[in-house]
């Protein structure tokens, strides 16, 4: 594998730092644990999705994310939460007249 990527493009790049961050909190075990993924969504998406604050509120969002419900986030898991955050932001960055609505998407 090549020391450095070729030129890519912004999507890919976004991409990268998807698999990045998920990597950062997962560390050598690639799964999420609960603490992990509070902490990635406060410190990385809090300007997209209230902070977490409540437990009752992570083990609800962990329990819908935990498919097969080995109490580890997974990356496929993970992006199943980059997919619906995105969907839901969708309309805030719609372009409308110029303006960008200022609340946050979930």
Do not use: W
Request: aromatic share 6%; proline share 3%; with cysteine.
């Amino acid at each position: 594998m090549p020391d450095t990527l070729p030129a890519v493009s912004d999507l890919e790049s976004s991409m990268l730092t998807i698999i990045q961050t998920f990597h950062q909190y997962s560390g050598q075990k690639s799964n999420l644990k609960k603490a992990d993924l509070k902490e990635l969504i406060n410190n990385e998406m809090n300007n997209f999705i209230v902070k977490i604050k409540e437990n009752d509120t992570l083990d609800k969002l962990f329990a819908d994310l935990d498919q097969n419900g080995d109490l580890e986030i997974d990356f496929k898991e993970f992006i199943a939460l980059i997919a619906m955050v995105t969907s839901a932001c969708n309309e805030l960055f719609v372009p409308k007249l110029g303006q960008r609505k200022t609340e946050k998407c979930c």
